[in-house]
């Protein structure tokens, strides 16, 4: 099957947005057996969408369209493709609906324009977004497949992944099967390093890898006439990379670290408690993410100033004035503090230098401690993490959500 | 002058690569004047390539390539732009000399595919590339401009920059200005609305509003031959908008509500403290990417639990009792305890129903309590936010510094 992307939007044009959609969905299109052979980027412009519209039916068999399918005026994208093949706009009335309860619920009222975003060309399938207000659509007509999906990656890639990579995994005649790893602790390139034999040789099964901040989504897959087939290849590789990643494999479903953490907690009924520094929150946000952490988080603590250091968690004055609030020493008695207090089965500091100012040669930027509690024992790790502000509190975030992961496995 | 970018490059359609080149000439092309139509990328594949080569010179007056100058077979954009204006192939002795020179300084032989980067189409401009062995190719030709960049970027910027930005700032007749607004509060849609008439009516200057979860950047263009020309037509719609937008626009640059109210905290030499329910740390976290802000930021408590808003702010156990977590009366407890406790200039409490579970017919998933101590006055403000648990979490923050900057604004 030969395909293209379309991506509208102004924003990109002038270059105010850096294009991911093309790289993903192409990514996603190339595990899926399908040829990419261009991608084009067009602004919010009636007749320019519409002449690209009419050389990518000729060319293509998948057009896949990215953006314009917002509630304004220049939202041209449904209406062009709805053109070109000769369809009516028709009110989805479940889409309506959706909207109508949206706004109601935000008791605000549904402008004209938000109107639009309900009107769909006849005969279309509704994707619908979670994460957004603008459903995605599919339409087949004629041999030819378009899919439209809003331009927002937070609200397409979640569609993408749930609804249009099985679609098309199910026109394709040979059958795709994949194995999901989610990696914490290791950085994507040093995880290519470790799998640089298999990734080279890859072409069936396809290795890919997808990098967040802290953590990394392996997907192996295999192309097979059957689910028997796809398995035994599967299964191979699955032996060789269980071996070499060992626990650092966090899950093997595309799920969070948050989300394996705040399971694990729940499941066990393990009440935990949280002092940050160098983390300001952050650990804490990412646990109350997930619906149903309330069972077992019980309090946490952003102790940024010295003061609070004292007050919420009894730091000594002494401890900060003589190895400061950046060393083992403090890290230890937070965390003490903190079981002191709360009197929960699991506890976790952190206490580090985030940057960019704050830095010496004897605790440069990246020195972070941080301490856990578990089974009636303390423990104190150090790290030195590079990069910048940003990356050292994600990455500590991350490294603390890791060791609560496997102080829990362990039991 | 209409300008347009073709990015040639297989490893791009495949997804292997993010396509970089794309926006940043787009940048840098609006800046000088010069309005992006399209961006395409095509494979390393003559046909295809030939074909929107064909396409981009009847549509556009600047032509800009990316990829396909390097010594391989599959690298065909020189030749295939010399088919295209009937150019021939010629050697180009300095390029020769330099490749030469290069192959005995690093003592390796050059091969035969290394002559291919010394030809040139006839009458082309040579744009040096000190990063790297493939210069860059301008070529004027019957009021078309084609240039040609290697693929990578560390050689393709400087040698944009250096060269072929000078270079179309000395064709552009026009100068293009912007105003650029941040505005918190009020959604992309309902900001579109207060401004439909100016927006349905742009020419000169345009409007483009972009939306991020929970803040809209607006950007207001205005094309001239002077700057002076420029400010006048933009300070015209400034005094519009300013009036329209009121203190909903919280900066004229493009930086994020965290940093303005950082900032405004840090230069105002005033103290925070936060207890955060529903939010869980997402004020804490957002507050803390910021650096300096280790100065006012005293403390934050996260009390999920109803232990910990007793334990640490001294909620009333009758209070949670009679009203519940999610109360007025409970988020003035909160703010209480905060500020008798921390003694800060400034606190903030959020407590609310984030869902997806939780709610109820009287507190529906998605009321949310914010309370604000400032100049000795304690208020509770009590919102109703759709979507998610994620938007509302989101949300809630928002409106928390959104808060915390409007106080700070009246001093």
Redesign the interface.
């Known amino acids: 099957m030969r395909g293209e992307i379309v991506n509208v939007g102004?924003?990109?044009?002038?270059?105010?947005?850096?294009?991911?959609n093309?790289?993903?969905?192409?990514?996603?299109?190339?595990s899926a057996g399908i040829s990419?052979?261009?991608?084009?980027?067009?602004?919010d412009?009636g007749d320019?969408l519409m002449e690209?519209l009419k050389?990518s039916i000729e060319r293509s068999d998948l057009i896949i369209l990215t953006g314009g399918l917002?509630?304004?005026?220049d939202d041209l994208t449904k209406e062009s493709v709805a053109k070109l093949l000769g369809l009516k706009m028709e009110l989805h009335t479940e889409s309506y609906d959706k909207l109508l309860s949206?706004?109601n619920?935000?008791?605000?009222k549904m402008?004209d324009?938000?109107l639009k975003q309900a009107y769909m060309p006849e005969g279309s399938h509704i994707i619908p977004n979670?994460?957004g207000t603008a459903p995605g659509v599919l339409i087949e007509k004629d041999e030819k497949i378009f899919i439209l999906l809003p331009g927002p990656p937070?609200e397409l890639i979640p569609m993408f992944r749930d609804f249009v990579y099985p679609y098309l995994l199910s026109k394709s005649p040979d059958k795709f099967y994949s194995y999901y790893y989610k990696v914490s602790g290791v950085g994507e390139s040093a995880l290519e390093d470790m799998l640089l034999d298999i990734i080279d040789n890859q072409t069936n099964p396809t290795i890919a890898t997808y990098a967040k901040p802290d953590e990394v989504l392996l997907r192996v897959t295999a192309n097979a006439k059957s689910e028997e087939e796809a398995e035994e290849f599967l299964r191979k590789y699955d032996v060789i990379i269980s071996e070499r990643l060992k626990d650092n494999i966090y899950a093997r479903e595309d799920i969070s670290l948050n989300q394996v953490v705040a399971d694990l907690l729940i499941d066990s009924g393990t009440t935990l408690s949280?002092a940050?520094s160098c983390?300001?929150?952050?650990?804490?946000?990412r646990?109350?993410?997930i619906?149903?952490?309330?069972k077992c988080?019980?309090?946490?603590?952003?102790?940024?100033?010295n003061?609070?250091k004292i007050?919420?968690l009894g730091v000594r004055k002494e401890t900060l004035d003589t190895f400061g609030a950046v060393s083992r020493e403090c890290a230890e008695e937070m965390l003490q503090g903190l079981v002191k207090?709360?009197k929960t089965d699991m506890a976790i500091a952190t206490t580090g230098v985030?940057?960019?100012?704050g830095g010496t040669t004897a605790k440069p930027v990246g020195l972070v401690y941080i301490g856990i509690y578990h089974n009636g024992i303390y423990e104190i790790e150090e790290y030195h993490i590079s990069g910048g502000?940003?990356r050292v509190?994600m990455k500590t975030a991350a490294m603390s959500l890791n060791l609560i992961r496997k102080k829990l496995k362990k039991g």
């Open positions: 102004t924003e990109i044009l002038i270059g105010d947005i850096l294009n991911t093309a790289q993903y969905i192409s990514k996603e299109l190339s990419v052979y261009y991608q084009t980027t067009v602004g412009n320019r690209i050389k917002g509630p304004t005026q949206f706004f619920s935000v008791s605000s402008t324009n938000n979670n994460n937070r949280v940050e983390t300001g929150g952050l650990i804490l946000s646990l109350t993410e619906p149903g952490i309330s988080l019980h309090s946490g603590i952003v102790c940024y100033s003061e609070s007050d919420y207090r709360n985030a940057g960019p100012d502000r940003q509190q």
